[in-house]
């Protein structure tokens, strides 16, 4: 991984802007929702036309995070770079630029995973795109301020990237998430914690309840009565809250608490949301996924 950062003196102009460009599947999205929580205000794929209108006004506060890549209207890599030429020339204005990398292997297997299009091949390989887009981008990657190589990083490991990076006197603190997965479909990469809640009662087998979820109070009550589910909890809860502290002070800015069941619908659901609340109750930073669930909304046909 290679940064180099701008000179400090520019924070202190009227705008703060900064442009997160990289190759598709290098986690721009990722970046922007950090910087996003990081107090910028963060505006993904906006045409580049309206850019100087927007910063033609009085001085904006927060910080502005603009995320471009070649889905943009009407992105080159030349109006962008002119773009971010006239901005840094400017004397009220601090401009940076964030270049998200990594190796064309890891792109080419982010998107097997996802099996998503490449913008830039609909109707060829991957990698067809993926060399495409790599030697569009070269000229913004040659003027970024700070370059960050995500082939080794997990979101988790990025978003501490940019927070050290953006917010590197802040106390972050350790980020939680908390997800639920099935078994049938495997255990999720990156899990810290794992807990089997298999062999709780299923809603499944009740026909009002099998098309529901987790989430919802039925599904959740009708778990709850398991006789063991109380015990459960309470320790899962206890075990995490002790853990958490110390993985603090070991230095730890992320940890990954999985919940698996079979279908990834409805236990491991309900025990994630509860342990969720559970631990921002008790002040910790959480989030929270449903890894089966979103793929359910993913697969789902537009309109």
Not at 158 to 187: M, N, Y
Not at 282 to 295: D, K, N, P, Q, T
Request: with cysteine.
């Amino acid at each position: 991984m290679m940064a180099t950062d701008l000179p400090m003196q520019k924070q202190d102009r009227a705008h703060r802007v900064l442009f997160v460009t990289g190759p598709s599947g290098a986690g721009r999205s990722t970046a922007i929702n950090a910087l996003e929580d990081l107090g910028f205000e963060t505006i993904d794929n906006m045409p580049l036309s309206l850019l100087p209108r927007l910063l033609g006004g009085p001085p904006l506060e927060p910080p502005l995070a603009f995320g471009l890549d070649v889905r943009n209207r009407d992105f080159s890599s030349d109006i962008v770079a002119n773009l971010f030429d006239k901005l840094e020339a400017d004397p009220t204005v601090a401009a940076e630029l964030l270049y998200l990398d990594a190796s064309p292997d890891t792109l080419l297997r982010r998107y097997s995973e996802t099996r998503r299009r490449h913008p830039l091949a609909s109707d060829d390989p991957p990698e067809t795109g993926i060399a495409r887009e790599l030697d569009l981008l070269v000229p913004l990657r040659h003027r970024a301020g700070i370059l960050i190589d995500t082939s080794e990083l997990t979101p988790h490991d990025l978003r501490a990237e940019i927070e050290r990076h953006f917010a590197p006197d802040a106390d972050i603190g350790l980020a939680v998430t908390v997800q639920s997965f099935s078994f049938k479909r495997g255990v999720p990469r990156g899990i810290d914690l794992l807990f089997d809640v298999r062999f709780l009662r299923n809603p499944y087998w009740e026909p009002a309840l099998r098309g529901l979820d987790g989430r919802d109070p039925a599904v959740a009550s009708h778990i709850e009565e398991d006789p063991r589910y109380a015990e459960f909890f309470d320790r899962v809860l206890g075990l995490t809250r002790f853990l958490l502290p110390a993985y603090k002070q070991e230095g730890k800015a992320h940890l990954t608490i999985g919940l698996g069941c079979t279908g990834g619908q409805h236990r491991s659901v309900a025990l994630a949301e509860r342990l969720a609340k559970g631990l921002a109750e008790a002040g910790w930073r959480v989030s929270i996924r449903h890894r089966e669930l979103e793929r359910r909304v993913e697969a789902r046909p537009a309109n």
